[in-house]
């Protein structure tokens, strides 16, 4: 059900343009764009591509009225004026997407507020991908004063010491980056812990 959602979700705009277009060369080339972000934003919500889903959301739906806007324009430049059956449609148009982005914000800032708490562990795909030779233990969580992490037990099939199986993980050193472009403040943080009898890797959330 959630997957239809989210397709429904992203073709919303293009069925909205294909209600008030006027013009072949203005239409497909607005319509076409459109399909085109709905396409990424499909591949964002299924894990396709590795993006902050809730500022893909918001940033796609901000910008489909935009150009949608941009469409109307350059057909009014090249087209008589529309016939009168085409306001109605133009008026629910904008209806439509003015309460599509204003769910959107409202759902947005909701998601800002409730990880604003820091209590949340990253997922799993958080962790570096494992190479050959390098298994999985164990997996889980925990917590502390600072906020969760996900944290997995690793060891190695061939034989390597732990040293080494850090520097084939490229884990020396503790890495940050943003987690979000809008929304999402917080740095995911990834990085190796050695306590002399086995190898963990973590990967946090904070500000």
């Not at 919303?12 to 497909?28: E, H």
Request: glycine share 12%; net charge neutral; proline share 7%.
């Amino acid at each position: 059900m959630l997957i239809v959602l989210g397709v429904l979700f992203a073709v919303a705009p293009a069925v909205v343009w294909t209600t008030i277009a006027r013009t072949r060369p203005v239409g497909f080339a607005i319509g076409g764009t459109l399909l085109a972000g709905a396409s990424l934003l499909i591949s964002v919500q299924q894990g396709w591509i590795d993006a902050p889903m809730p500022d893909v959301h918001l940033v796609f739906t901000a910008l489909a009225p935009v150009l949608i806007a941009c469409g109307a324009g350059l057909e009014d430049r090249h087209e008589n004026s529309p016939p009168p059956e085409w306001i109605p449609r133009r008026n629910g148009a904008i209806g439509f997407l003015g309460m599509q982005f204003t769910l959107t914000l409202v759902a947005g800032l909701l998601y800002a507020l409730i990880i604003s708490d820091g209590s949340e562990a990253p997922p799993s795909n958080a962790l570096p991908s494992l190479p050959p030779g390098i298994s999985l233990v164990n997996e889980g969580t925990s917590c502390g004063s600072g906020g969760c992490w996900r944290v997995a037990t690793v060891t190695s099939r061939d034989g390597l010491s732990r040293p080494d199986i850090i520097r084939e993980l490229g884990l020396q050193q503790e890495s940050c980056r943003s987690n979000g472009w809008l929304l999402d403040r917080r740095d995911l943080c990834v990085g190796a812990r050695d306590n002399g009898k086995n190898l963990t890797i973590y990967a946090g959330l904070g500000y």
